[in-house]
């Protein structure tokens, strides 16, 4: 029998930009990489062993697919509704590494999140969750205070927005509905204040390590594409959230892995859980984690879906230097000319990947990336000055209807 044949197979669900640091991973640690997925022009796929078109949504179809290629090990990437597809397939094939498909929707669907927090008691906005605009009309008839309203399906921000007034909330139910595929809402109080990350990881119950992030946005303000380890006020947060995990974990008999979760610390100093996932986050988080905590967490995460031993994980190093990512991105749509770096932003920048470079199209700049920066930093303070303007130092520059260049 070959060597090949003698690899263990994964199957990873999704070959976003995101998944690349899993991909190759996946492969140092031994695997033979299979990437799945019905757009063929994922640049992931192309770092993969092999790649096999299907529908991740399609449970059952897929699961009779992964038989047929003997797959060992399923990675649900950086995507909710691969979660899902992660759950549903490995319980069909008896894996072990990933919760119930029950389970997964909990903390994948909004408004599934939600009703469990309420009843759990969980440190989250008092939210509504509706499936009808009528319904969802009705309840904001006498708003007095701001909303934010977003579909129950969806990711990165798309169908997400505040309300201040009864016409802007008439707009934003109308427009969460428009990008719901399961046409449902959810509503709940803005929270005013500051929006961060807890990276933790599971084993039998337990947060074995976490780490906090700021969150930073650019056009998209629901989108985070850029993020600096640890949080200002870190520590607190850990002090107060980590419990939560925990309690969330035992709950709803959490496998062991990752649970990340945004949160955001308002005006008077509480942390309010926004929403809480087992997938990993886009962006490259993971490799800028990997770095400010000593361990490689696109690896341990790996191990668990996948159902390894985890008795060896390791213990948390203090970190040598402040790390930070970010994702490239365009101010309007339109054809790049050049990505350009302020010069006194290099001594920082130790890692540089770009995805779609002069001459590409940008058709939706709200959501599509160019590329990663990982940056290290000396001090909190110089990557707090950094970070805080950081697409003003990093510039996609665009094409004008004349054929010449437009600054962002």
Known sequence: MSKLLKQKKLLMLSAKDSEIPFILTARNMGYYVITTGNKADRSGHRYADEY???????????????????IDALCQGCNDHCALSASAVGTK???????????????HRKDRFKEFAEKAGLPCPVSKWFTSQEGALEFGAGLESPLIVKPTDSA???????????????????????????????????????????STFVIGGKVVASMTANDYSFKNR?????????????????????????????????????????????????????EMMRRSPGNNYTVALSRSTGINWQEWILRAEAGEDLSGFPAMGEPDAVYAYHSIMAAENGVVSAIEI????????????????????????????????????????????????????????MRDAAGGEGLR
């Open 342 to 397: 302020d010069d006194d932003l290099e001594e920082f920048v130790y890692q540089y990947v770009e995805w779609n470079g002069p001459g590409s199209v940008v058709s939706d700049y709200m959501n599509e990336k160019m590329g990663s920066i990982q940056l290290r930093f000396p001090d909190a303070c110089t990557c707090n000055s950094v970070m805080g303007g950081i697409n003003d130092r990093v510039r996609v520059v």
């Open 52 to 70: 096999v078109p299907f529908d991740f949504s399609d449970y059952d179809g897929l699961a009779r697919r992964a038989r047929e290629l003997e």
């Open 222 to 274: 629901y989108l985070t594409n850029s993020g600096a380890f640890p949080a200002e006020g870190g520590a607190e947060a850990e002090r107060a959230l980590v419990p939560v995990v925990e309690r969330v974990a035992r709950e709803l008999d959490l496998v062991d892995g990752l649970l990340h979760l945004q949160y955001i610390k308002d005006r008077e100093g509480r942390f309010w859980i926004i």
């Open 93 to 107: 094939l008896g894996f072990s590494g990933h919760d119930l498909l029950e389970t997964a929707a909990i903390l």
């Open 156 to 198: 990165g921000g798309a169908g997400v927005s505040v309300a201040r007034s009864r016409a802007e909330y008439e707009r934003a139910v109308k427009n969460a509905f428009s990008w719901s595929a399961e046409g449902h809402i959810v509503v709940e109080p803005f929270v005013e204040g500051t929006l961060h990350s807890l």
